[in-house]
């Protein structure tokens, strides 16, 4: 053979110099993203993106979940697939959204305005934390068209609530959410280990992390230092000290409950999602008072230990609620498949946190942008191998396709007894 024959049969790959470059060429997957950022950030910040609460049976938890189904393709002709659907009366590319996660400069210097970027790109909706470090007016200014939604803090002081709801207003923020999962701080034991303070002070643990990450170290000192413009009154933008952090990060209005959400509904004609329940007759009171969607979450694991995860409790949320309310997942979703899953079990959509973080730490808004692709990837190439077109029919069929394997043997699906020694066909 000769060499222009083996030229032909072999594609030669230019070597790809830039570390972020080398992550969007090489990087398969969001678990792939994952090991990527953690070569990038130091580690007491790695464990705080990354970690759970108490023992992490939760986070762990989280994705074991998915095993419990099966998926059962069914044949016949699919187009397309179409990903796109409707989240909240607007069209989302996928039925992806990016959730809140805080402090987000504290993983790459672009933060926030990254994620909105490769939000707003894909068309699809990001909802910015209430601990942001970038202000919601710039990100409305940058992204007009992006789908913007805010995590909104109740409050029993009408005056405030009201200051802050026309703030949102007039930033375009028009779904607020609602988080109910943070009456106390969950204990994550990681950062107490690590003496994790943010931001970050200089210990002797510190400076050996400088050691090893002196890139993330010098972006971060390089950057302008963490604020959290949207928790301040419009205008002062202080920089928060470690004691403020503490408050922060330890304090949520745990004295807030339906009563303040029933008022805030009275008030807000905008959106308003329920994040953080995993608990029906949460879900069903939620419906009754007329809040538009529910988002089960445990927080990703962070929050309280043993807490159930949402795909545990979606069919009997949905069975609940009817279709009064628009159902939305979150906690450890990685996979196109899980985002089938989920909405195949009742879902509207899914949620992802980290995901999107890992992207960013790993290459920025390129990687934020890579990560949501990844999902419409998997996505599109699940639904046409269960064999489904739309959406919308995944959400009619889902039961078709979907096997819970706890209750596989009652549904008569027991495995033909020669199974193990059946030959595998593989086509393509
Ligand atoms: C670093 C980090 C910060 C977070 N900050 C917030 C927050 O400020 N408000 C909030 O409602 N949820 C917050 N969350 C939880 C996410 O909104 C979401 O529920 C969770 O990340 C979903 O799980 P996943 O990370 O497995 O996708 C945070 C999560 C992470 C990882």
């Not at 969007?24 to 130091?42: D, G, I, K, Q, S």
Request: glycine residues 10%.
């Amino acid at each position: 053979m000769k060499f222009s024959d083996i030229r032909q049969l072999v594609q030669v790959k230019a070597p790809v110099v830039s570390r972020q470059r080398r992550v969007l060429a090489n990087a398969y997957n969001v678990a792939e993203f994952r090991a990527a950022a953690r070569r990038v950030l130091p580690a007491g910040i790695f464990d705080y993106l990354d970690g759970g609460s108490e023992d992490e049976v939760t986070l762990r938890r989280n994705r074991e979940v998915f095993g419990a189904w099966g998926l059962m393709p069914s044949w016949g002709p699919v187009s397309g697939p179409d990903t796109s659907t409707s989240l909240l009366g607007r069209r989302s590319a996928l039925p992806v959204m990016l959730t809140p996660t805080g402090a987000t400069r504290l993983f790459h210097p672009e933060g926030e305005l990254a994620v909105a970027e490769g939000a707003a790109a894909a068309g699809i909706p990001y909802g910015l934390a209430g601990m942001s470090t970038v202000a919601m007016e710039s990100i409305a200014e940058r992204f007009p068209d992006l789908d913007r939604w805010f995590n909104f803090g109740l409050s029993r002081d009408a005056d405030v609530r009201d200051e802050k709801l026309a703030r949102c207003k007039a930033a375009g923020f028009n779904t607020l959410i609602v988080g109910v999962d943070t009456r106390a701080l969950g204990s994550r034991e990681r950062d107490l280990r690590n003496g994790f303070t943010a931001p970050p002070s200089l210990t002797l643990s510190t400076l050996v992390d400088i050691a090893s990450r002196p890139g993330w170290w010098a972006n971060f000192l390089r950057a302008e230092g963490l604020s959290f413009p949207n928790l301040s009154p419009l205008g002062s933008n202080p920089t928060v000290t470690p004691s403020m952090w503490q408050q922060i990060l330890g304090h949520s209005d745990s004295s807030s409950g339906w009563a303040e959400l029933e008022a805030l509904r009275e008030v807000w004609d905008g959106k308003i999602v329920l994040k953080g329940c995993v608990n029906p007759a949460d879900v069903a009171r939620a419906a009754s008072i007329g809040l538009d969607a529910v988002q089960l979450s445990n927080h990703g694991g962070r929050q309280l230990d043993h807490m159930l995860s949402p795909m545990e409790v979606l069919q009997e949320s949905r069975q609940r609620a009817g279709s009064a309310l628009e159902i939305f997942v979150d906690s450890g979703i990685r996979r196109g498949s899980d985002v089938v899953k989920a909405i195949a079990l009742g879902a509207d959509g899914c949620a992802i946190g980290r995901p999107y973080l890992y992207g960013l730490v790993a290459a920025g808004s390129a990687g934020v942008s890579r990560i949501i692709e990844i999902f419409g990837e998997e996505l599109r190439r699940t639904m046409t191998l269960v064999g489904v077109s739309t959406v919308a029919e995944l959400k009619s069929r889902g039961s078709e396709i979907v096997r819970d394997l706890r209750h596989a043997a009652e549904a008569g699906a027991e495995a033909p007894a020669r199974a193990k020694e059946a030959p595998l066909l593989t086509t393509n």
